[in-house]
């Protein structure tokens, strides 16, 4: 089957789609078969009981250039996700991630302007049984399309808390547009619209084919509802929509000027469908007879993607606690351990580390499913951290609170019962602190003392077992000069550093 399909590619390839500006959605329109044989007989399908949610596996691949960047972001993904869920949520529709995530490096995809490039993409990289979807960089100058015989690719530009992905996977569940007939003819305010609209859909037929143009005609609905069963979309409760360009809507969120049907009949257009094309802002809903075609659909002819139909607990909406280093702690650059709380069930953590106050730029940029991460190469340097949370179902947990450090020398080191302990740093401005800082926490008391060279006791911090950090903040009594720092576990001093305060 695939043979045949490069065959296909390989010898008639030709220019599609030439559009200069930057479309909603490159799904023309189409009605598919197992639609419109549905909406003769709706009640011959069978329904998955109302409160039944169906959970759907998604692949996503994250298109890159040939040397690896440009990838799109995780946390830019996990709202896209979320929101994904957020709008599918009133469809007893939610997606989880099956398989890890997807990253390709390839220019070529990452930028294709082209359809039938991308449905090239998608035959080498689908994982069979999921959802395939593929954020790239130019998605055949569209947000969006969705390849009834493979799958979904999505500009980056057009995700995140937008409703271009449902959108796509409204039309991956056999939904067109409302305005079906319509795409690639602009309607004019105030024109009598014509009874039937011819349209090309040679791209979007159940099966890639490349050397016939495949034209069909479509009834444009009428106000009064009387053709609405073979009109359009064929659903009666979306009402006409002649609009195929994208557009805004006003405070009572409609198109703002006049549509006339082919009686003369007027109306205008709501704004609150995905499957429109109205602005990202005016949309909140699928109607009741959309959800019930998709999920007769996915039942009817995606029972593959209902293997698995058992959720994990969600994770929490607070945000993760960063427990080591402390906030603007010293540490070690050649060892510093980061440590956060555990999310309590299964999950993935999305570290970022970066020089920079804005987190760009990272230094680490990773997936991990521990709760720790080491840094052994760092700068003399301020860093700042961010951990966020997700598994394979629940992608909301919101980012943790930014931590700071600032990586520095870090000469006075002892062992505790073979842990690695260390201070810093030892040039210390007045009226800042000194950090003890530790692989595993203290496991007895101990002090910290601060002593001036001629042997007088300045400052003394009784420190208690159990922690990894510990500050001591210098008094008004430490002026300027060199000290010795003495720690001392049960009476014997353990540690004894210079250090010279500035
Ligand atoms: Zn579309």
């Known amino acids: 089957m695939i043979h045949a399909k490069w065959l296909l590619l390989t010898f008639f390839l030709f220019p599609f789609l030439a559009q200069a500006q930057l479309q909603p959605c490159a799904t023309p329109p189409v009605k598919s078969k197992w639609l419109t044989l549905y909406q003769r007989h709706p009640e011959h399908y069978a329904q998955p009981e109302e409160d039944t949610i169906l959970y759907i596996p998604l692949t996503i691949h994250l298109l890159g250039n040939d040397d690896g960047t440009s990838h799109y972001p995780i946390d830019r993904l996990l709202t896209s996700l979320c929101q994904l869920n957020a709008d599918f949520a009133q469809a007893n529709i939610q997606f989880f991630l099956e398989s890890p995530i997807d990253y390709i490096d390839n220019t070529a995809y990452n930028h294709h302007s082209t359809v039938v490039e991308g449905a090239q993409m998608m035959f080498e990289n689908d994982v069979e049984n999921t959802l395939n979807c593929y954020f790239v960089d130019d998605a055949a100058d569209a947000c969006g399309y969705n390849l009834p015989y493979a799958s979904i690719a999505l500009n980056e530009s057009c995700t995140g808390q937008s409703h271009t992905w449902a959108h796509e996977v409204g039309h991956d569940f056999t939904l067109p547009h409302p305005f079906l007939g319509w795409e690639g003819t602009e309607y004019m305010a105030g024109d009598t619209a014509p009874v039937k609209l011819t349209y090309d859909y040679t791209y979007f037929q159940d099966t890639l084919i490349?050397?016939?143009?495949?034209?069909?005609?479509?009834?444009?609905?009428?106000?009064?509802?009387?053709?609405?069963?073979?009109?359009?979309?064929?659903?009666?409760?979306?009402?006409?929509?002649?609009?195929?360009?994208?557009?805004?809507?006003?405070?009572?969120?409609?198109?703002?000027?006049?549509?006339?049907?082919?009686?003369?009949?007027?109306?205008?257009?709501?704004?609150?469908?995905?499957?429109?094309?109205?602005?990202?802002?005016?949309?909140?809903?699928?109607?009741?007879?959309?959800?019930?075609?998709?999920?007769?659909?996915?039942?009817?002819?995606?029972?593959?993607?209902?293997?698995?139909?058992?959720?994990?607990?969600?994770?929490?909406?607070?945000?993760?606690?960063?427990?080591?280093?402390?906030?603007?702690?010293?540490?070690?650059?050649?060892?510093?351990?980061?440590?956060?709380?555990?999310?309590?069930?299964?999950?993935?953590?999305?570290?970022?580390?970066?020089?920079?106050?804005?987190?760009?730029?990272?230094?680490?940029?990773?997936?991990?499913?521990?709760?720790?991460?080491?840094?052994?190469?760092?700068?003399?340097?301020?860093?700042?951290?961010?951990v966020q949370p997700f598994n394979k179902y629940s992608f909301c947990s919101p980012l943790s609170k930014r931590g700071k450090f600032t990586a520095d020398e870090m000469v006075a080191i002892f062992e505790q019962a073979g842990e690695r302990w260390q201070v810093g740093p030892t040039f210390v401005q007045q009226g800042t602190s000194l950090h003890l800082t530790g692989q595993h926490p203290l496991s007895s008391d101990a002090d910290l003392s601060l002593v001036s060279v001629s042997g007088q006791v300045v400052q003394t911090q009784q420190l208690r077992a159990g922690s990894l950090d510990y500050e001591l903040f210098l008094s008004e009594k430490c002026q300027r000069g060199l000290y010795y720092l003495v720690l001392h576990i049960k009476g014997h001093p353990v540690l004894r550093q210079k250090v010279m305060v500035y």
């Open 210 to 386: 490349l050397d016939t143009l495949i034209i069909d005609t479509a009834f444009t609905e009428l106000v009064d509802g009387s053709n609405c069963e073979i009109a359009a979309d064929g659903f009666c409760d979306t009402p006409p929509d002649y609009l195929s360009d994208r557009w805004p809507c006003t405070a009572d969120n409609t198109n703002g000027f006049t549509e006339v049907d082919p009686t003369g009949a007027t109306f205008q257009t709501s704004g609150e469908l995905f499957m429109s094309y109205s602005y990202d802002d005016c949309q909140s809903k699928f109607s009741p007879q959309q959800i019930a075609a998709m999920r007769s659909y996915i039942l009817d002819e995606k029972p593959n993607y209902l293997y698995n139909q058992t959720p994990y607990p969600q994770l929490s909406d607070q945000q993760t606690p960063l427990l080591s280093p402390a906030y603007e702690a010293i540490t070690d650059k050649t060892h510093t351990q980061l440590v956060w709380a555990s999310a309590g069930t299964p999950a993935t953590y999305h570290l970022v580390v970066s020089k920079s106050f804005t987190m760009a730029y990272p230094f680490v940029d990773t997936l991990i499913t521990d709760t720790t991460f080491l840094l052994t190469d760092l700068e003399k340097h301020n860093y700042y951290w961010q």
